[in-house]
């Protein structure tokens, strides 16, 4: 193991070259500030940078986000006498691959010294509580988000939702077979899921992807999923029939979906199909009213309502 120390006490930097010798490990460099740190690290590539956090200059944390920044196969252990939940967490976020108090006992010491060469967090059980504790109060809810995905990873997703193997996959969205097995692997990557019975369990639950939609296109899509035609689309949203025409053709364009029922299952997965259209309550024509009746004409013994004109 290569090894280059930063510190700035002389006597505690020399002390730990000292004992890092006499374990057999290589002491390549030495530095007294951050930024000299940076610099001998990225001549000289050590394995590992054990690095102070309060130095003069260029301090140990602004150093570690440095040097992670150009490179990041250094590992950077902070070794330091601060106990400060700050400092830690802060660590964490600049890249650290460890966090070590100089009051630990040697053979704690270079056991958690060779795990980091293995790809193992350099932390006490301690310290690890800590982070863990914080990672879940500012993390309550963690869940795969659908955020990174594409436009043609979702309808991948909804097709994957619907049961479909890669070939209708392929031809549904006009791709060969073998980019639709590339796009269902980014997706399982992406959101961290490992099969497709997990894609389906997320995609029952997913947030609404960022499709574009206007508010407008999104009442025609809820009455979409509700099987509304164009003709009572445009009378619930008081537009002309050629005007709804446009709005539908609008959203599978955006959507990249190609008839009402790939629309109708998209809306349903994405929650478009919940809730009334209109404020108030009111329905499309055909839907339940509360008092067990349909919209579609007035209670038994009421007069009929007068007749609504649309407004162009």
Do not use: W
């Not at 951050?34 to 130095?55: F, I, N, S, T, Y």
């Amino acid at each position: 193991m290569r090894v280059v120390v930063v510190d700035d006490h002389d006597l505690f930097r020399q002390g730990v070259c000292s004992l890092l010798s006499a374990h057999g490990i290589d002491v390549v460099g030495e530095a007294t500030d951050g930024l000299e740190g940076v610099v001998k690290a990225e001549a000289l590539r050590p394995d590992v940078v054990l690095m102070d956090v309060r130095m003069p200059g260029m301090g140990g944390l602004e150093a570690t986000r440095m040097l992670k920044a150009r490179a990041r196969e250094i590992r950077i252990v902070v070794l330091t006498i601060s106990e400060d939940d700050e400092d830690l967490f802060e660590a964490v976020k600049c890249g650290a691959d460890g966090y070590l108090l100089k009051d630990l006992h040697s053979d704690d010491f270079f056991r958690l010294l060779e795990g980091v060469l293995r790809g193992q967090p350099a932390v006490t059980p301690t310290l690890a509580a800590k982070i863990l504790r914080e990672f879940s109060r500012t993390h309550p809810h963690i869940a795969p988000s659908g955020d990174e995905l594409t436009q043609r990873e979702h309808q991948v997703v909804d097709a994957l939702a619907n049961g479909a193997p890669n070939k209708e996959i392929a031809h549904a969205l006009g791709i060969a077979e073998s980019t639709a097995k590339y796009h269902i692997a980014n997706v399982l990557a992406k959101l961290h899921l490992h099969n497709r019975g997990e894609v389906i369990a997320y995609a029952t639950g997913r947030p609404r992807p960022n499709d574009g939609l206007t508010q407008r296109e999104r009442e025609i899509l809820q009455a979409l999923a509700g099987g509304a035609s164009n003709r009572e689309l445009a009378d619930e949203l008081c537009i002309t029939e050629s005007t709804a025409k446009y709005h539908v053709s609008t959203i599978m364009a955006k959507l990249h979906l190609r008839g009402r029922g790939e629309v109708i299952a998209y809306a349903n997965r994405h929650g478009f199909s919940t809730g009334s259209l209109l404020p108030g309550g009111a329905g499309l024509p055909g839907a339940s009213r509360p008092d067990g009746n349909r919209s579609d004409g007035p209670p038994e013994g009421e007069p009929d309502p007068p007749i609504r004109r649309s407004v162009h």
